[in-house]
């Protein structure tokens, strides 16, 4: 006997009542017993005549129960409040939950019809969505008109290539892309591939070269403020609307990983956000095939077409980089229209420029090398000098490189370690472009190798003290801190200390700040006597990593004494984001470019430099959180 029909059949049947109901999937995803994320069904039902809606009968499940819809529509049913009658008639969508009712509910005289639409229902569900939502839901991709189930498989299989071939491992945001033919809408003729980051994977699209140059120079927020732009991302299916995460798994739509969900959508700030009709859907489409089926060669042309099948039939994509295609001069007159700074590491051919010109003059004595100087060089721009040996050849590529960006850095160092293989800074260019700490790793310790080669052991013996004073260490330098760099990011702590350490004793003056990565790193290994010797070696006393060092050393020595949160307090006084970003769960923003003292951008780098420091110190945080109090 099914006693909740039983429970059914002894209300009062009222034939000319009508419900609306069934079971809905939740705009919220929650984690299950193992933590994966999961989207929790719902029972719901309205009376048509009255609009009372049914409140939750159980909790929420994470499959898909029909009896849990029975349930509730017996739980409405006998609650006087809301119900207090068996209706004539009940309508559902769901044709497998109409067939499952009909068979519980046969005797009891009620009819059970299936609809594609119930208008009372749906507006129920939407308001529903858009309260837990707090109206920032998405569209979903089937809103947009004429777009259609196989259409979005389409789409989901030229998505999963692209993530599949990674295009991002040859090209990344500073390379400006142009889509030559087909055109389908002006805001998708310009574009950047992203992902070289490690962070958001998909493409950019701009509606122009001047609103792409404006993003790279840090302006894109302004600008998203005020015109619509497009992208496709890759996320986890949860970042998807919640249309789109059901349509995935309905329809079992490919996907290459967990995190490779695609969402293809037009922010617009000043009306509704959309989705791609059919055609931009296959010129997206064609367009992620074409560029899963790009070749590092194609790319390093400058210029390529690929003809590729779309949902719409055949489509030919004529694809541009204009970084490839430009030179190295027309490159340093776009730098200086548009206002960039030259990489600091470019201005160290001006010093080898001089040098080499010392180089080819016999001075009998220093006043005489100074006259020679004061008559042919202070003042004057100073004129480049003919590289003589493959190694001078392949360090002026890479003082080209340091002036380009993106695949045309990529391209330079290469083409400077095919003239020299021993060139530290084609080594350093292309660890940077890696996105993979491992692939960087091992770049950056060829270059060590290479400068290693290069000056020999006994440079090392007497130059030690004042390496960063001789241009040609630079490149070593440079590689060194990039390989200790890594190995801090892979966990590889005390290998990492011991390469700062060894920096500083190259050059104690520490032109490249290493003192500040050694010391996060002395604090989260409790290397305690050894951080105390570094903060009182270096008397930074103004910078903000400095002072939030002192505090939690003394902390870690002494516990909440009366001097650690005087230092503590110090600290906060000196710059107070810091302690904002350390105590805030959330992840840090992207390390800025550069800082001034006490600034946001400051508390970023400190908080980015002795974040596992004080997360690993127990009580350390709660510690600073009570005092903040």
Known sequence: MNFQIERLKRLPLQPQMRWQGGLFRMPAWAPNNEQKLYRPWS???????????????????????????????????CDKKLGGHRPGTIEVKDPDLAEYLQSQLANTGIS????????????????????????????????????????????????????????????????????????????????????????????????????????????????????????????????????????????????????????????DPKSKHRRPQPDVLAFLEGLLRAFAQTSESE???????????????????????????????????????????????????????????LDGHDFSSADEMQDFINANIVGKPVPPQHPVTALEQAQDLCYEAFEARGRKQIQLA????????????????????????????????????????LLGEQFFKEEAGHFWGIIQTRPYMRARFGLAQCLE??????????????????????????????????????????????????????????NYGRALLTFIQKGNSATARKQLAKAVEINPYVADY??????????????????????IVCADTLQCAWESTPGALEWMEQQLD
């Open 43 to 77: 029972a719901f039902w309205v009376n048509l005549a009255t609009h009372k809606i049914s409140s939750q009968a159980g909790e929420p499940s994470e499959y898909k129960d029909f009896s849990a819809a029975l349930d509730s529509l017996v739980q409405f049913a």
């Open 112 to 267: 059970v019809v299936c609809r594609d639409r119930l208008m009372v229902f749906d507006e129920v569900l939407a308001d529903l969505t858009e309260h837990i939502c707090e109206g920032k839901s998405l569209p979903d991709a089937l809103s947009a008109k004429r777009v259609t189930v196989d259409m979005m498989r389409s789409f989901a299989e030229a998505a999963t290539a692209f993530y599949t071939a990674q295009p991002w491992r040859h090209l990344c945001d500073v390379d400006l892309i142009v889509i030559e033919e087909p055109f389908v809408d002006p805001l998708l003729r310009y574009a950047s591939i992203l992902g070289n980051g490690g962070m958001t994977y998909g493409i950019a699209f701009y509606d122009s070269a001047e609103m792409f140059e404006q993003f790279i120079d840090g302006h894109g927020m302004e600008l998203i403020k005020n015109r619509p732009y497009w992208t496709v991302f890759f996320g986890g299916i949860e970042e998807l609307p919640f249309g789109d995460s059901d349509l995935w798994e309905e329809n079992n739509l490919p996907v290459a990983c967990p995190e490779a969900y695609p969402l293809a959508i037009c922010y």
């Open 299 to 357: 790319i390093d042309s400058g210029r390529w077409q690929r003809t590729v099948s779309t949902f719409q039939g055949e489509e030919t994509y004529t694809l541009a980089l204009p970084g490839l295609l430009e030179s190295s001069e027309e490159a340093r007159k776009r730098n200086i229209k548009q206002g960039r700074l030259p990489d600091r590491r470019a201005m160290e051919k001006t010093h080898l420029d001089i040098q080499r010109i």
């Open 414 to 453: 290469k083409k400077a370690l095919e003239i020299c293989f021993d060139c530290v800074d084609a080594y350093v260019i292309l660890a940077e472009a890696c996105s993979d700490d491992k692939e960087s790793h091992d770049l950056y310790a060829k270059g060590v190798a290479a400068g290693e080669r």
């Open 489 to 546: 990011n892979m966990g590889e702590i005390d290998k990492a200390i011991e390469h700062y350490q060894e920096m500083l004793r190259l050059n104690p003056n520490d032109n490249q700040g290493v003192r500040e990565s050694l010391l996060g790193c002395l604090l989260e290994t409790k290397h305690v006597e050894e951080a105390d010797a570094l903060l009182k070696q270096y008397k930074d006393k103004h910078m903000a990593i400095w």
């Open 582 to 603: 350390l105590l805030n769960e959330e992840p840090l923003p992207p390390l800025p470019q550069s800082y001034s003292l006490g600034s946001e951008e400051e508390a």
